[in-house]
C-alpha cells in the first residue's frame, strides 16, 4: 500500500530564509504528488502537484518542489520565507484508482522567527 | 470559485448521541470526501462518493456513515458517538474528470464528544 512520510513535525525557519519540507513516499508504480498548506482556522489549499514531465514543479505563492524517483522523494522549497507562510504542510500522495483518494503524510508544521 | 460549506465548525455532543455532519460544494463536483484530521496523525479516509447515492469505504469507517442523496450534499454520522471520535473532520470534492482536478476542502468541523 502507498504511504507518505514526513520526517519533520515541526521546522522553525527566518523570515527571509530558504525553506525545504521534506516528503518520502511509499508507491510501486509512478505516484501522483501533491502539496497542500492549512492556515490556522482553515481548510486544506492546494499548493502545487506533479503526475509527469518535468520534474520541477512551480506551484502557488512562490513554491515549487521536486521530484526524484530514485530517492521516492518530492521535497517542498521555497527561497525567501514570509511570516505569511507560517502554517501546516501536507505532502499526498495518489494512486491510480481514478477516485484521487490521497493518502496524506502527518504533515510538518512551519514556524517563521522575525 | 469553489465553495466547500460544512454547516458546523464546532461541535459539542454526548456519548451515545447520533451526530450529523453535513457538507455541501457549489461547483457541481462528482467526488466528495470525508478525513478526519488528528495530531501526528495526518489526514485519514473515512468515506468518499463518487456519485449520487455511491459510496466507498476509506481507511478509518468504522464508527461512521454516509449519506448522498444529492450531489451536492455529503453527510457524515456518528451512529453512536465515542470520545474516540473526537476530532477535526474535514469535507472535500473533486470533479471525477482527471487527476488534474484537486481536492477542495471545506474549513471543518471540530467535533468533541463529552
Known amino acids: 500500500a502507498q504511504s507518505v512520510t514526513q520526517p519533520d513535525i515541526h521546522i522553525t525557519v527566518s523570515e527571509g530564509a530558504s525553506l525545504e519540507l521534506r516528503c518520502n513516499y511509499s508507491y510501486g508504480a509512478t505516484p501522483y504528488l501533491f502539496w497542500y498548506v492549512q492556515s490556522p482556522g482553515q481548510g486544506l489549499q492546494l499548493l502545487l502537484k506533479y503526475f509527469s514531465g518535468d520534474t520541477l514543479v512551480q506551484g502557488i505563492k512562490g513554491f515549487e518542489a521536486e521530484f526524484k524517483r530514485s530517492q521516492s522523494s518530492f521535497n517542498l522549497r521555497k527561497p525567501s520565507v514570509h511570516w505569511s507562510d507560517a502554517a501546516e504542510y501536507f505532502c499526498?500522495?495518489?494512486?491510480?484508482?481514478?477516485?484521487?483518494?490521497?493518502?496524506f503524510g502527518t504533515g510538518t508544521r512551519l514556524l517563521v522567527s522575525p | 470559485d469553489v465553495k466547500v460549506t460544512q454547516s458546523s465548525r464546532y461541535l459539542v455532543k454526548r456519548t451515545g448521541e447520533k451526530v450529523f455532519l453535513e457538507c455541501v460544494q457549489d461547483?457541481?463536483?462528482?467526488?466528495m470526501f470525508w478525513y478526519r484530521q488528528d495530531p501526528g496523525l495526518g489526514l485519514r479516509l473515512i468515506y468518499f462518493?463518487?456519485?449520487?447515492?455511491?459510496?466507498e469505504k476509506g481507511d478509518i469507517p468504522e464508527g461512521y456513515s454516509v449519506s448522498r442523496e444529492k450531489k451536492e450534499r455529503f453527510s457524515l454520522i456518528l451512529e453512536s458517538a465515542s470520545t474516540n471520535q473526537t476530532s477535526m473532520y474535514l469535507c472535500?470534492?473533486?470533479?471525477?474528470?482527471?487527476?488534474?482536478?484537486?481536492?477542495?476542502f471545506g474549513n471543518g468541523t471540530r467535533l468533541t464528544v463529552t
Open positions: 461547483m457541481d463536483h462528482e467526488n
Open positions: 499526498a500522495v495518489a494512486t491510480n484508482t481514478g477516485f484521487q483518494k490521497l493518502v
Open positions: 462518493s463518487y456519485d449520487v447515492k455511491m459510496k
Open positions: 472535500a470534492s473533486s470533479r471525477a474528470s482527471s487527476y488534474n482536478s484537486p481536492l477542495h
